[in-house]
């Protein structure tokens, strides 16, 4: 009859030539699409492999995570090394990047006994805009930045925009506050919650606010404060005008003029020093010295 032999051949990985992502693809285009301070989908989990895409068991080689500036991971994810599987496993870290935009993971392996480098296939994140995540305070100015002192400033407009352009419509009143200050003081009024808009949703206006009663530049700023969450605006120089004019009254009340007549001139002069200031509602706006 016919003789028969068999024999099992088991075909080993070859040495470490490449490294994979186990959970991401890292075809060309592909992104992970996160928003900032958010966490990995999947855990950062790499297998490395021979030059044909064999998994390699193989422990101690070290894989470190190299990625493009300025993204970070929480906790810190640099290196690990390969467990009996040839795997790492950099956890599921939270991604924070200082601005939105396209980042690259490089996975780089280590096999000292082999004296040999090599790398993977870049992962491929986009950190996008969250429209949830205010960004910066807008302010509208509805008319010209002046006003008569002891009147009303300039009616303000004020929308709370997200890191993605648009106008947040979930911002609470109280959260945003107007500050008044004086040019030449350190003390800020501030005025709050504003109104809100009864046809334009993430819209508020400060209306009808008192204007300083002293003529002089003032400074207007708007911030929203919300928790750890601070913005505040850049400063906006607003003019109090002084009104009309409606009183003239000394800076200091003289003593009761006395005269006598006597022939020396300086003994009939009722008044040798009067400083006069005009005011508008008891407000110094202006002084004349006589």
């Not at 068999?6 to 699409?33: E, K, M």
């Not at 470190?64 to 009996?84: A, C, H």
């Not at 200050?181 to 709050?192: G, Y």
Request: charged share 20%; proline share 8%; with cysteine.
């Amino acid at each position: 009859g016919d003789l028969k032999s068999d024999t099992t051949v088991n075909i080993l990985a070859g040495p470490p030539a490449s490294i994979s992502f186990v959970h991401y693809d890292t075809s060309p285009r592909q992104f992970v699409l996160l928003y900032n301070n958010s966490l990995m989908p999947s855990p950062l989990l790499v297998q490395i492999k021979d030059e044909f895409g064999n998994p390699v068991r193989l422990a101690g080689v070290s894989v470190t995570l190299g990625r493009t500036d300025p993204l970070t991971f929480d906790p810190p994810t640099r290196q690990g090394k390969t467990n009996d599987l040839g795997q790492v496993d950099f956890g599921q870290p939270v991604v924070r990047a200082a601005v939105c935009g396209e980042y690259t993971l490089v996975p780089r392996g280590a096999n000292r006994k082999a004296k040999s480098t090599f790398y993977g296939a870049q992962l491929q994140i986009k950190i996008q805009p969250d429209p949830s995540v205010p960004n910066k305070v807008n302010v509208n100015f509805l008319s010209k930045r002046q006003c008569v002192a002891g009147t009303t400033l300039p009616d303000v407009e004020v929308t709370i925009v997200a890191e993605d352009g648009s106008v947040m419509t979930d911002v609470l009143p109280p959260h945003i506050a107007m500050g008044i200050r004086e040019e030449s003081s350190d003390d800020v009024n501030l005025v709050s919650p504003p109104t809100v808009s009864e046809t334009k949703r993430g819209h508020f206006y400060f209306r009808n606010v008192a204007a300083p009663q002293k003529a002089t530049s003032h400074s207007v700023m708007v911030n929203y404060i919300n928790g750890d969450m601070r913005l505040v605006t850049s400063m906006y120089q607003v003019s109090v005008l002084p009104g009309s004019p409606e009183r003239l009254v000394a800076v200091v009340r003289p003593a009761t003029a006395t005269v006598s007549n006597h022939g020396q001139a300086h003994n009939r002069t009722l008044v040798t020093d009067l400083e006069l200031r005009v005011k508008v509602e008891a407000i110094v706006v202006a002084k004349h010295r006589l």
